[in-house]
């Protein structure tokens, strides 16, 4: 049968030619006709078909005939189920429940009963206990019905019976439990007396090997107070026994067999050898051993027990403080330390033999697995502690260093180098200086040699160690030098701002220091030859900071002692000359005070400063010192003739003096640059004008050189009165 596309076929019937036009009577007959072609089309498919259609629609006939009869067969059944079963079913129903409900109650009062009898049982049992005098099984027994009293099943709780049985058996267990710890404190026993000079810890055990000391045991641990009370016992000897043997000059003595005394002797910065604690710790734990050991529930042991309390932390305040103090500082004492810990390695043994240490080897020796960091940080610490007691002790304690004279080159046999090589030796030669290799002769504390004794042993020791040591201890070594820029002038501050003694000796200690720190740095590495180094190694840096430090503190100094010189001058009659025709005695007096001043500097620098740097120094001093006097006369707008008088005289007294000030009197002329001006001024004020227009010798005499041209025509003002010859004069001072 071909495929009918219906909308094919209206489609033809309806798009005629004359589709406009037409109406439903002209496409009725078209559509019928369409409609009996294909009926055709289906008969004749049907008729070529394989398939029987007239029997499969006969059998579907039966067997929609056969399902109606059935339906309505179960309709019968559904009726009679619900007139005549369901009935029976809620009658079996309704007699269910209530044997159900009947059930609950009867379980519900068999519970009841068994609680109340599980009670007097767990009763029955704390009584036979008692009577057997068994801790152990009164404590079960109560402890038991403690615990079933909490979970009691429905409705016993509401009985007035679950009470009075929870009450009493609350406090049955409390009486035993306060008569178990009676005992405990009958069987361990502490006291400890503290005193001002001393602490006395008596420890008194009485645990022995019998069946009451197993019943009191077995009792505590059977309800959960055993360890709790051994805990409490293992603290006390952790913080009251243990920490103060280590930590202090200690006795241990055994009174008897169950009895045993530690007195703790105070004493202020003690703390015992290793040995002597070690020895007290074997006194303390072998009559521990002989009391503690008492095994209970087969297997466990008191002793057991407190080294698992406290073995850790035991180990860790025993290394802490005691052992990591016999870690020695210097590498020779390290080498023989085996002995020490050989010791250590026994004393451990011990006490896993008495049991305190478990047995996965709880070790004391592992601090020995870092041993270099630790000698690294002790040696570090011990070195850095002993500078910075010598940093604090006297500066004043002086000693002589260096050379007087630079020695002359020694003429060696010069080795053959290639041209460039040559060039660039000379070149190093001419350019550094031959005096960066020596000191120059002068007084330096004794603590600064002593502190670079203590720096080179230092640099040995490192030289001998691992790489982790050997940078630890050059970088100590560094800080040694910054810790002397922070220390010294800080604990020495009141005798650096008043005795100059200790400031001349303090800015040589620094320099000094410098100085070996310049080569300090290649010494080290001419030592570390052929070891590799990660860090860089050198003190130059350190050299200026050390020389700045030494310089500071001198200027310092160098501006009191000024102040003090102008303060004299200032405080008497010549700061104000302008206002006074006459000088009075405390003129000259301030002039003689200032130069008792200087020359009680010289006492006490000469021989401690450098020669060149003593006579710079005082040249400094005192060419301030000729300044302000000539500066007080300059300035001035009239002077009398008496006062110029007295001027003079005070001056000269200066020129007599001041030579005397310095080593050789021929360096006042070659270091102080106003001495030939206050000569000059010495000569004006006593001088004519034609002696002063002799000395003047028009713009090229000694006047001409040391005074400028306003001070000399302002001193001829104040000195002269206004004559012909003195306009003369001026009139040439141009």
């Known amino acids: 049968m071909a495929d009918c596309n219906v909308d094919v076929i209206l489609k033809n019937i309806f798009d005629s030619k004359d589709s406009n036009n037409w109406t439903p009577s002209d496409k009725i007959p078209l559509v019928i006709k369409e409609i009996e072609e294909i009926k055709n089309d289906i008969n004749s498919f ?58 609950q109650s009867v379980n519900f009062a068999i519970d009841i009963v068994y609680d109340v009898t599980q009670c007097g049982k767990y009763v029955k049992e704390f009584d036979e206990g008692r009577e057997a005098q068994s801790f152990t099984r009164a404590i079960e027994a109560v402890y038991d019905l403690v615990q079933y009293v909490e979970m009691p099943v429905e409705g016993f709780k509401y009985l007035e019976l679950y009470t009075n049985t929870k009450n009493t058996a609350q406090l049955i267990l409390n009486n035993l439990l306060h008569d178990l710890y009676a005992e405990w404190d009958r069987l361990v026993n502490y006291i400890v007396r503290t005193g001002p000079r001393k602490t006395i810890i008596t420890i008194t055990l009485n645990l022995e090997d019998t069946i009451i000391v197993n019943d009191v045991l077995n009792a505590l641990d059977r309800s959960k107070k055993l360890t709790e009370k051994v805990s409490e016992f293992a603290q006390f000897l952790l913080k009251d026994v243990i920490t103060p043997i280590i930590n202090n000059d200690c006795t241990v003595y055994a009174e008897t067999e169950v009895l045993m005394t530690v007195t703790v002797n105070h004493k202020q910065n003690f703390k015992p050898p290793y040995d002597a604690v070690i020895a007290n710790l074997r006194l303390l734990f072998h009559y521990l051993s002989n009391k503690l050991n008492v095994e209970f529930n087969g297997v466990n042991t008191i002793m057991k027990m407190v080294g698992q309390e406290i073995c850790h932390a035991f180990r860790d305040v025993l290394v802490k403080d005691c052992l990591i103090d016999t870690i020695p500082n210097n590498i020779n004492e390290l080498q023989s330390y085996g002995r020490i810990t050989s010791e250590i390695q026994d004393f451990q043994l011990f006490l896993t033999l008495v049991k305190f240490f478990p047995d996965e080897k709880l070790s004391i020796l592992n601090y020995i697995n870092d041993i ?363």
Request: aromatic fraction near 8%; hydrophobic fraction near 40%; glycine fraction near 2%.
């Open 372 to 734: 270099d960091v630790l000698f690294a940080s002790k040696s570090c610490q011990y070195f850095l502690e002993t500078a910075r007691a010598i940093m604090f002790k006297d500066l004043s304690i002086s000693m002589s260093i260096g050379v007087e004279n630079i020695p002359e080159a020694n003429v060696e046999p010069k080795a053959t180098f290639d041209a460039h090589v040559e060039g660039a030796l000379k070149i190093l030669d001419e350019t550094i200086p031959r005096s960066l290799f020596y000191f120059p002769r002068c007084m330096i504390s004794k603590t600064t040699q002593e502190l670079l004794d203590l720096v080179y042993m230092m640099m040995e020791q490192a030289v001998q160690c691992s790489d982790v040591v050997s940078k630890k201890l050059y970088n100590t070594t560094r800080l040694v030098f910054e810790l002397y820029d922070a220390v010294v002038p800080y604990h020495h501050e009141n005798y650096l701002q008043t005795i100059p003694q200790y400031v001349a000796l303090f800015h040589n200690n620094c320099m000094y220091l410098a100085h070996n720190l310049q080569t300090f740095g290649d010494k080290w590495l001419i030592l570390m030859e052929g070891r590799e180094l990660d860090y860089p190694i050198s003190f130059v840096d350190l050299v200026q900071k050390l020389r700045d430090l030494g310089y500071k503190h001198l200027t310092l100094h160098m501006q009191q002692q000024r102040k003090q010189i102008l303060d004299n001058i200032r405080s008497s009659d010549l700061n104000c000359i302008v206002v006074k025709d006459v000088l009075s005695d405390n003129a000259e007096a301030a002039v003689r005070q200032c130069l008792r001043q200087l020359q009680l500097l010289k006492n006490v620098w000469i021989g401690v400063f450098p020669g060149n740097v003593f006579t710079r120094l005082m040249a400094t001093l005192v060419n301030m010192f000729f300044d302000e006097l000539i500066h007080r006369v300059c300035t001035v707008e009239d002077i009398s003739m008496e006062m110029a008088t007295q001027l003079t005289e005070i001056y000269t007294l200066v020129v007599q003096k001041a030579p005397q000030l310095f080593q050789d009197s021929s360096d006042i002329d070659n270091h102080v640059k106003s001495w030939m001006k206050l000569q000059e001024l010495i000569f004006v004020l006593g001088g004519s004008l034609k002696d002063i227009e002799k000395h003047w010798m028009d713009g090229v005499g000694p006047l001409a050189v040391h005074f400028r041209t306003e001070e000399l025509r302002s001193l001829i003002k104040a000195l002269f009165q206004n004559t012909q010859f003195r306009a003369n004069l001026l009139s040439k001072i141009k």
């Open 46 to 103: 049907l008729s070529n078909s394989d398939y029987d259609i007239a029997t499969i629609l006969k059998e579907g006939s039966e067997i929609y005939a056969d399902s109606k009869a059935l339906v309505e067969e179960m309709e019968l059944c559904r009726q009679e189920i619900e007139q005549e079963t369901m009935a029976e079913i809620l009658k079996s129903i309704e007699k269910h429940d209530q044997l159900v409900k009947e059930l």
